[in-house]
């Protein structure tokens, strides 16, 4: 395989998957035979009330959750063979996670944290400080590294935490309602975060249920019992997102 | 994932929760502790009960009479049945053919009397008549003045040595040395004075008195049965054969052919030695266990905290395991922080345990054995990783995606 074909492989491919909870008559179907290709360079939002399946798409997605049946490959591997130190190594090299509660860890500085992932990947200390570093200025928080979490806001935490998701770079940016615990303004700061790495050709899929975070993605697939029932371009893979291009315009017009 | 940021991590850890940590380190302190220490106690006591028995002599047999009361106070039935133990018994063991391993064998008459001194007056529990040989037998020395010698046993003089007790109560700082003492009407010369003993268990042994065997005999105990016959033998290592030869010429002199109608019985120093060895040696195990058990309980004590520290932090786990962190990264952390903890309380038990060697408990001057050092820290790191590595497993086999999700 040669690196052009690489690049034009899809970053997920899921095809037929079911998910199924408990067996017998009590059983759940979380998913029932769902199929998502995602290329790379993408801006999905998946979509859908709770109880949808967008939790258990979205655990599978991060190779926290095997599926029941059915096929993922995650930037070309077949993750569902693989043992569970392979698992942590695929989830520490080509997933960055955001989730809704921050999840950073406690009395460690937004600089450790950034650190972490490039701690349990190996890297030495110097270049893991460099490249933590970068991805903090990334998200424009270069003068809060020594804080710890609890002297931060809820936006400038979600911040460390895409610094965090980005700092391995990762073929997928994986956020499960990444603004669902922010107030108008640091959501605001946090998906021009997002348009600005789609912008530089992040693949992201997010997790909402909110139209206007979504508004955002380039692509809205939408959930209901397991199943994807609508499926809607915004903008093209390769273009800018569209609120992105629209803000552009704005700020041009003015 | 390096050793080193393991060892970061764990350190972290431990840190966030100081004071639990400072607790559960103080279990495994108290343990390690109270081994080392206990185990010295034991060994204390079991070093001071030898050097008693040192003191007494190793080298010696007790042979007294049995199958009725002693010397003179022995009822006249069982004079029927049993001979007496006479001089003449204590003069036949020493014989270089029948008993070659015997280097001496002193008859001992002994008795309780009072002693005056200027109008001071003491008891003496034990008022010895004896031969000059006992003075070796029963490792004895005068620290002052002199011996009485065969002579002065012969001629039956009234010359006496005084045990320390005795100086002290009746002369206090005066020099006994030549001075004229009498002993319940009779006249008797200090001519020595022994060295300190000290006492052994109840009895002082200094509060006594030495005079010649028929000094003694003829003022006081009568010409009859002796107390003892002190046996001295040629050294320790001849002391069974010495016992042996002992009872074969008694046994013959005596007429006896059952060994358990013996009308005589021979204490060994040697085998007293060893029992008393060996119950020391009973004393620090039980000691030791007890110890052992609090250094248990302080193991436990921390798989329950790490158990806590583990179900505390399952959603930091969580999320370590969801940004890459391998099952050996989690379980190394858990697990050098339970070790950490088990080490550092064994490192200060083993400074509270040697420090605490340095006072004297309850009369017995503790003796660091350097073994239980060595086991009592090895156990506690062993601890650390038995202990932790339930926690730590269990930490490290959790499903990110329940601990992600646990509140």
């Known amino acids: ?254 | 994932m390096s050793p080193f940021e393991v060892m970061r991590f764990a350190l972290v850890g431990l840190g966030a929760n100081k004071l639990r940590s400072a607790l559960t380190t103080l279990g495994i302190l108290i343990g390690v502790g109270s081994v080392i220490l206990l185990v010295a106690v034991g060994n204390g006591s079991s070093k001071a009960i030898q050097a008693n028995i040192d003191k007494l002599g190793t080298n010696m047999l007790t042979v007294s009479h049995s199958g009725g009361g002693f010397g003179r106070n022995r009822s006249a039935n069982a004079a029927a049945t049993t001979k007496d133990l006479t001089v003449a018994d204590a003069q036949a063991l020493v014989d270089p053919y029948a008993a070659p391993d015997v280097k001496s064998a002193s008859p001992v008459a002994s008795t309780t009397e009072n002693a005056v001194y200027a109008g001071v007056s003491t008891s003496i529990p034990a008022f010895i008549g004896t031969y000059p040989s006992y003075f070796e037998a029963t490792n004895n020395p005068v620290s002052s003045g002199t011996y009485f010698t065969n002579a002065d046993v012969t001629s039956g003089r009234k010359v006496i040595v005084l045990g320390q007790t005795v100086v002290t109560n009746l002369f206090g700082d005066i020099d006994p040395i030549d001075k004229q003492i009498t002993v319940n009407g009779t006249p008797f010369t200090v001519i020595g004075v022994l060295k300190a003993k000290g006492s052994t268990g109840f009895t002082d042994a200094d509060n006594t008195a030495i005079a010649p065997l028929t000094t003694v005999q003829q003022a006081f105990t009568g010409y009859g049965s002796l107390s003892q016959v002190i046996v001295e033998a040629n050294n320790a290592a001849t002391i069974n054969q010495a016992q042996a030869e002992v009872t074969t010429i008694l046994d013959t002199r005596h007429k006896i052919t059952n060994p358990a109608n013996a009308d005589f019985r021979i204490l060994n120093q040697a085998s007293l030695l060893t029992a008393s060895t060996s119950t020391s040696k009973t004393f620090t195990v039980l000691l030791g266990a007890v110890a052992a058990i609090s250094l248990l309980v302080g193991g436990i004590g921390i798989t329950n905290i790490m158990l806590v520290t583990v179900t505390e932090r399952t959603r930091e786990i969580g999320i370590r395991k969801a940004i890459g962190a391998p099952r050996g990264a989690i379980l190394g952390q858990f697990l050098v922080e339970a070790t950490l903890l088990s080490l550092i309380g064994g490192a200060l038990g083993v400074l509270g345990g040697y420090v605490g060697s340095h006072f004297t408990i309850v009369g017995v001057k503790p003796v660091i054995v350097p073994s239980s050092i060595a086991l009592a820290f090895g156990v506690s790191v062993v601890i650390g990783l038995f202990f932790g590595g339930y926690p730590a497993n269990r930490a490290a086999s959790l499903r990110p995606i329940d601990a992600l999700r646990y509140e």
């Not at chain 1, 107030?183 to 789609?198: A, M, N, P, Q, W």
């Open chain 1, 1 to 254: 395989m040669t690196a052009g074909q690489q690049d034009n492989r899809p970053v997920i491919e899921i095809a037929a998957a079911v998910k199924t909870y408990g067996e017998g008559e009590t059983a759940v179907h979380a998913l029932r035979g769902v199929d998502l290709v995602v290329e790379r360079g993408d801006y999905v939002a998946i979509m859908g009330a709770s109880g949808s399946g967008k939790s258990t798409l979205m655990n599978v997605i991060g190779c926290l959750d095997v599926l029941t049946s059915g096929l993922y490959r995650l930037d070309g591997i077949d993750v569902s063979g693989l043992a569970e130190s392979q698992l942590s190594l695929v989830r520490n090299r080509r997933i960055g996670f955001i989730f809704q509660a921050f999840n950073l860890i406690a009395r460690t500085t937004a600089l450790a944290n950034v650190e972490l992932p490039l701690a349990y990947a190996g890297i030495k200390a110097g270049e893991r400080r460099r490249r933590a570093l970068a991805a903090l200025d990334l998200v424009g928080l270069a003068d809060r590294v020594d804080h710890e979490p609890n002297e931060l806001s809820g936006g400038q935490q979600q911040r460390v935490a895409v610094a965090r998701a980005l700092v391995t770079a990762p073929a997928l940016l994986l956020a499960d309602e990444p603004t669902g615990n922010l107030d108008t303004k640091s959501t605001h700061e946090v998906l021009g975060i997002f348009d600005r790495l789609s912008l530089s050709g992040r693949t992201i899929v997010i997790i909402t249920h909110e139209d206007d975070v979504a508004s955002h993605a380039k692509r809205i697939v939408r959930l209901v019992d397991g199943e994807i029932i609508t499926d809607v371009r915004q903008a093209a893979v390769s273009g800018p997102p569209p609120r992105h291009a629209s803000a552009a315009a704005t700020a041009g017009l003015s």
